[in-house]
């Protein structure tokens, strides 16, 4: 039985409908109780109903409701408390709803199903250089990915209540198009249509496309255990680097969508060529390519998992080639990274992506040089650390969208699809 008081940083900032007439009260009331018993269940009517300020009658309907939606049950029963029938628990029921997630980077895919509770139920990630390949090619397999994970989910009771698709590029919301991927050599590429072209089984709805290190952020605020109010930046880092700003609790994209490119941020005007054209950007001194080269790692495949994986055994012994290499792109990372502290106060900046793994390497080169480069250092501590969500940041964020979007809205016009 749960009697403490809720966690505050265990309640997730939804964004509630603003209720307005009655149907909008009972769904706003609906996403209040689902997010309190997401963040301090298993516990009882009574005490929902003392945590949400909601009467009991109110609380009891709209427990009814979640339960037949399959999104909440009843746990075990408690002993009566002195008079009374005997009392249940509420827990949120991870199984009841999850999402499927796609992410299509420079150097593979992966597809994930997550549920209702954030909790990975499958994955499936195949490696590959998908530079100079076509879209048709990549968004065929890609698309054999979602098939899998759509029926993955099916094979489970978990039913799907949307696609969420990450993509290592710029992408225009409004139109749900990939508008440049420098890395992959695409641009105003259709994704979520083509996609569901290629589809051979029946995919639910919406299908949502989003820059992988946005999705990565979020990901990392929804389900990396952090408060409903954080602020920090997730610098995510593969072939290229991208950054997903979060500010108390909210992803800032910038106006119109295409903010955090921190990849591109140029650290040396003279500096090697990158894919978009300029010259000197942050991925190409710190991102997987530079320092595969630099490190003389040559005998793996450059993609994926399957990269890092001989990389990291360098590390682990020593090589002092490879650990100079990691050191010198975090030093790179750390000029980036000091940028966006200068720029935006976080006191937090999480490394995602291949930056999780080579995180011990990375961390004191990068602090040293945030050190020297953030005018604030010496007043106001910067936290750095590696993803709680490792290399899947993206993928999960991806596959969590659809979800939040239940959650904030759980009983909405199509919630009894369950
Ligand atoms: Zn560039």
Redesign the pocket.
């Known amino acids: 039985m749960s009697t403490g008081p809720i966690p505050p940083s265990a309640s997730r900032s939804l964004d509630r409908p603003r209720p307005t007439d009655q149907s909008d009260v009972r769904r706003h009331n609906a996403a209040l109780v689902l997010d309190c018993v997401d963040a301090a269940g298993p516990l009882s009517r009574a005490r929902v109903a003392a945590h949400t300020g909601l009467t009991r009658a109110t609380v009891g309907t709209i427990v009814d409701e979640l339960i037949a939606a399959g999104l909440v049950s009843e746990k075990g029963t408690r002993a009566p408390s002195g008079v009374g029938r005997p009392g249940t628990d509420l827990a949120l029921r991870p199984e009841g709803a999850g999402g499927v997630g796609l992410e299509i980077n420079v150097d593979g895919y992966v597809a994930s199903v997550v549920d209702l509770a954030g909790t990975v139920r499958h994955r499936a990630a195949r490696s590959g250089d998908l530079r100079g390949r076509t879209a048709t090619a990549v968004l065929r397999t890609a698309a054999r990915l979602v098939d899998d994970a759509v029926a993955a989910a099916y094979d489970l009771g978990i039913p799907v209540r949307g696609i969420g698709v990450a993509v290592p590029g710029l992408v225009d919301l409004g139109e749900q198009v990939l508008r440049l991927a420098?890395n992959l050599g695409w641009t105003d590429v259709r994704v979520v249509e083509r996609l569901r072209s290629y589809a051979v089984t029946t995919w639910p709805s919406p299908m949502v496309l989003d820059n992988e290190a946005n999705l990565a952020a979020l990901g990392e605020l929804w389900v990396g255990g952090h408060g409903s109010a954080d602020s920090f930046v997730l610098v995510n880092g593969d072939v290229g680097v991208g950054a997903g700003v979060v500010l108390d609790g909210r992803l800032h994209r910038g106006t119109r969508g295409f903010g955090g490119e921190l990849?591109?941020l140029t650290v040396a005007p003279d500096g090697p060529e990158?894919r978009?054209g300029?010259r000197g950007?942050l991925?190409q001194v710190a991102g997987l390519d530079f320092i595969l080269r630099q490190a003389g790692v040559r005998d793996a495949p450059r993609t994926g998992e399957d990269a890092v994986a001989p990389l990291l055994a360098r590390l682990a012994r020593g090589d002092e080639r490879a650990v100079a290499a990691v050191r010198q792109a975090g030093e790179s990372l750390g000029v980036g990274v000091a940028a966006l502290v200068n720029l935006f106060d976080v006191e937090t900046v999480v490394l995602g992506g291949i930056f999780a793994p080579l995180f011990p390497w990375l961390d004191e080169p990068l602090r040293a040089v945030v050190r020297r480069r953030v005018l604030s250092a010496a007043w106001a501590p910067l936290t750095v650390r590696p993803s709680a969500l490792g290399r899947d940041a993206a993928v999960i964020g991806a596959a969590y969208a659809p979800l939040r979007d239940l959650l904030a809205d759980p009983l909405g016009a199509d919630a009894s699809v369950a």
């Open positions: 420098p990849g591109h990158c978009c300029a950007c991925e």
